[in-house]
């Protein structure tokens, strides 16, 4: 009997401490957009606290098999819905999936993986957009709604509509918008959490730079219209009023399993993110005749992906240094085919998931695909945990120290100067005003500089050191690397201002390169030696750039990297426009340009010709050239009230002398 006791207590114990565990993993992925676990492991985790719970005939108050979601904790407005909105039960045999539709046809669409959004329209217009938030209460984010890319701000039905969708950002959006925003490494780590975060964004002018997307795929409610008892029915309707709608089947029974087949094979072709299917009957009466229970609703069901995982031996842990500091651990294992293609290598994400797995070089792992896409750890079958953490940076050498960072121990780098920090200073060395070498985006470089090819500007000329290695790189291989070189070695031909402009020294631009260049005529070689007192002298330079010109040349290893850059370039003459038709004339431009590629162009065309461009309007601007010249801006107000000539492109261009 105290055996039996004990094996009880034991279970309970167990059961309380998943669902702690899994609660935890809720709220960070719920409330705070990031990862503590990965899903494989959170499945299997909610398995095994389900059996617990059948188990055992208890049921504790906290489980999340009996909550749906967390509290919002955003500034956003909350609203509670009119229904509460319901998770799905789910499975990952089809075998149940059969059994659920019994005699009736289904509707299938996929199950996408972003957020849930209910919709109100009244009187044709948007009125308001609801979160799903924890089912009963979301946040109102109406004002970011109306930014999504393909969501109708007015609809032909005019009664009141109600329906809910997926918002979700796609994988190549996904990819581009990490580049974009800094430190966003360290923030999205899929696309569900960036979408998360840029649909419950304060500011609308975030979200619309974010390509976030709506599909429809439930609608809720619409008087007067006869559906004609189908919900596949209801969908189409949905796409006649102008929403993009999931997409969907309708299948008999015995048709569930090959129309599974048919989804699950173009998943990795679609670029939206899907962790599965959902099932729904098509009959309406029928399905709502069903009821609920106390999480679920009894009409509809959710399939998940039976992940195919394989063995494999784990080779290496690669530490990849990022713009932020924080050093990942990425696992090298022996390759395996996994949903159709080769993958040798999965992100562990931190420290403390790192730990956890107990990995150790040697180690027999099992590795699957997220959602059928994104290579995972499963799990460690040997755990011997023989991992040593590194003391230096594999980009700089410096120090590294483990810190807290919410939840999860992460991995820094302690080095200021890291180049792993400095992705901005070459993203401008590479840009097109600069060295202007095409093909290296700042993802690319995070990349390269990660795994060592590059340490300082000159190592960019070197890239076929690492061919090899470049052309086995995931997005790359020879046509890539062939296109990357041969922009390489335009590159080598450039002139002064952009070599001195590509430094990123403070304050110096293009046009105060070139200035520099023209005014001080200072030789290649004699470049990092001009005096303060000498750009003093070099009109647009102040003493502050002058300062910080001289200060970034103190420094010898500024100038040991400059004396490198001059060994691998060839220096044209450039055209500095002297004696040229606009010499002494100073020009602003503003607005939109029709007759130039955009305003750089025109800009390079003015001082060519011996012009100067700056700006803003001041006493010694000479001309304003705005296409729009009846504009109030404030460019224009200033040119009237000096009396200076405001000119358009055709003007510009037509007017002799200029």
Known sequence: MGTKQETAENKTARMRELVDLLNRAGRAYYQEAREIMSNYEYDALYDELT??????HVTLSDSPTVHVGYEVVSELPKERHESPMLSLDKTKDVEELRAFAGDHDVVMSWKMDGLTIVLTYRDGELAKAVTRGNGEVGEVITANARVFKNIPLKIPYKGELILRGEAVIGYRDFERINEEIPDADAKYKNPRNLCSGSVRQLSSEVTAKRNVRFY????????????????AYQLDWLAGQGF?????????????????????????????????????????????????????????????????TRQTVLRQIEWSPSRTGLINPVAIFDPVELEGTTVSRASVHNVSIMEELQLGIGDTIEVYKANMIIPQIARNLTCSGNLEIPAQCPVCGGATRIQQDGSAKTLCCTNPACQAKQIKAYALFVSRDAMNIEGLSEATLEKFIARGFIRDYDDLFHLDRHREEI?????????????????????????????LYSLGIAGIGLANAKVICRETKAEPEALPDLTEEELDQVPGVGDVIARAYVEYFRDESHRETYRKLLGEVQIEKEDQGEGGPLEGKTFVITGSVEHFANRSEMKAFIESRGGKVTGSVTSKTDFLINNDAASTSSKNKKAKELGIPILTEEQFLATPGL
């Open 51 to 56: 059996e617990l719970e059948k188990e055992l």
């Open 216 to 231: 429809a795929f439930s609608l809720v409610r619409a008087e007067d219209v006869d559906f004609r008892n189908s919900r």
């Open 244 to 308: 993009e709608v999931v997409e969907h089947v309708t299948a008999a029974p015995s048709a569930i399993e090959a129309e599974v087949i048919k989804f699950s094979e173009r998943i990795a072709q679609n670029d939206f993110p899907s962790d599965g299917l959902v099932l729904i009957y098509d009959d309406i009466r029928y399905g709502e005749s069903l009821g609920r229970t106390a999480k679920f609703p009894r009409d509809s069901y959710a399939f998940k992906w039976a992940d195919e």
């Open 471 to 499: 052309c086995k790189m995931e997005g790359f291989g020879e046509k890539s690397y062939g296109n990357l070189t041969a922009s390489v070695d335009r590159a080598r031909q450039t002139t002064l201002p952009r070599l």
